[in-house]
């Protein structure tokens, strides 16, 4: 069964750094898309990115407050997913998590995720 697992959360300053990391199990790799969402009290939930991996071709997007600061990679011999977070600001404050789907391309990758990992929380203090 398809199991997430995020760690790397934490409490920085603002401009500081986080790496984020989700462990994955249970599925193909190459079958499925990733990403990471957060959500922040009081707000909804919001995508920040999502990859998806097809042979020697990786395809990603991301969240329009967060380009030019995040990049999200992901390493199959790791099995791992990685959201690598620069240049923080407090309006980054939220829970980030790892989430997944499955799909045959990059065209057809769903908007909504069905398998979640339970969230690593991220603290940004100005």
């Known amino acids: 069964q398809v199991q997430l697992v995020e760690s790397g959360g934490g409490s920085v300053q603002t401009g500081g750094s986080l790496r984020l990391s989700c462990v994955y199990s249970?599925?193909?790799?190459?079958?499925?898309?990733m990403g990471w969402f957060r959500q922040a009290p009081g707000k909804e939930r919001e995508e920040v990115a999502r990859?998806?991996?097809?042979?020697?071709?990786?395809?990603?997007s991301y969240a329009d407050s967060v380009k030019g600061r995040f990049t999200i990679s992901k390493d199959n011999a790791k099995n791992t997913l990685y959201l690598q977070m620069n240049s923080l600001k407090p309006e980054d404050t939220a829970m980030y998590y790892c989430?997944?789907?499955?799909?045959?391309?990059?065209?057809?990758?769903?908007?909504?995720?069905?398998?979640w990992g339970k969230g690593t929380l991220v603290t940004i203090s100005s």
């Open positions: 989430a997944a789907s499955y799909s045959s391309g990059w065209s057809t990758c769903p908007r909504d995720m069905n398998y």
């Open positions: 249970g599925y193909t790799v190459s079958t499925y898309c």
């Open positions: 990859i998806y991996r097809d042979g020697a071709i990786t395809y990603a």
